[in-house]
């Protein structure tokens, strides 16, 4: 004779749980883009604010220098540059050691 035994005697009256498959799929994140801004000073002249962005920013037109020049003096800060931190770091880096009254680096 053949007895069968409850479910409930081996404690498997449940499904058992199946964990999900992990996703073989990477998901990449940029790296967010920090924004060097200038201040706006009593001691630095427009001169010297528009050479330095011309000198230290690339692609930096003279045109846009003294646009930007204008905006720190008037708006009281002006962002110069937009980008990847490394280079953020050493642009701002230059403009503060060439005199210019920089914001600390933040994310864009």
Known sequence: MITRLSAAVYGTGTAPTVA????????????PNYKVIVLNDDFN??????????????????DLAWDLTNQVHYEGQAIVWVG??????????????????MAPLEAA
């Open 45 to 62: 002249t427009f001169q010297h604010v528009a050479e330095c962005l011309m000198k230290y920013i690339p692609g930096m037109t003279g």
């Open 20 to 31: 999900p498959e992990r996703s073989n799929q990477v998901t990449r994140k940029p790296y």
């Open 84 to 101: 990847p931190q490394e280079p953020a770091e050493l642009y701002h880096q230059q403009l503060r050691r060439a005199g210019l009254t």
